[in-house]
């Protein structure tokens, strides 16, 4: 059976939501331009999936940074981060590196980050999620999912996951 049989086998189980995601491909497959940002995205999305798969390692330098975020009463920036934990780890006294470090733990889904004018904190991935849909004036059941990933760091699978526990609770 080939791939496009599949598709058409796979799509007909889907019922309404099958015809609707036809729908979308056959307009997306409309023309070279937009048919070439939608293979793009398939990859994003496929390697996004596979990174799903893997296990999630963090460092003992990012294991104190997120034990610091989650255990702050207000949400910390990067140079808070950097003044607190920048003499047991000397990298971190540099604002740049720490950035990249706690930035690396958002996309990991162990942190999440808002941002309030100039600045950045960081907190739990639900707390980040909760606050930035408020910022949107959004509520778990109708917001940007695409967006609420940009803005948090947090991969697009993450925020799927908290969505449903914000929808159930």
Do not use: W
Not at 81 to 91: E, N, R
Not at 113 to 132: C, D, N
């Amino acid at each position: 059976m080939s791939n496009i049989e599949k598709l058409m086998e796979l799509l007909k189980t889907k019922g309404e939501k099958g015809e609707e995601l036809a729908g979308k491909i056959n307009s997306l497959l409309a023309n070279e331009q937009s048919e070439e940002i939608f293979l793009a995205r398939l990859n994003e999305i496929r390697k996004e999936i596979f990174t799903l798969k893997q296990e999630i390692i963090i460092s003992a330098k990012e294991k104190a940074i997120r034990g610091y975020v989650l255990e702050q009463k207000k949400p910390p920036t990067t140079s808070e981060i950097s003044k607190a934990l920048g003499k047991k780890y000397k990298s971190l006294q540099h604002r740049t590196h720490a950035s990249v470090v706690v930035n690396s733990l958002t996309g990991k889904g162990v942190l999440g980050k808002f941002r309030i004018g100039h600045s950045y904190y960081f907190t739990s991935p639900e707390g980040a999620v909760k606050q930035v849909i408020a910022q949107r004036n959004e509520i778990p059941e109708d917001c940007n999912r695409v967006k609420v990933s940009v803005e948090t760091g947090l991969p697009l699978a993450t925020i799927n996951s908290i969505l449903k526990r914000l929808m159930v609770g």
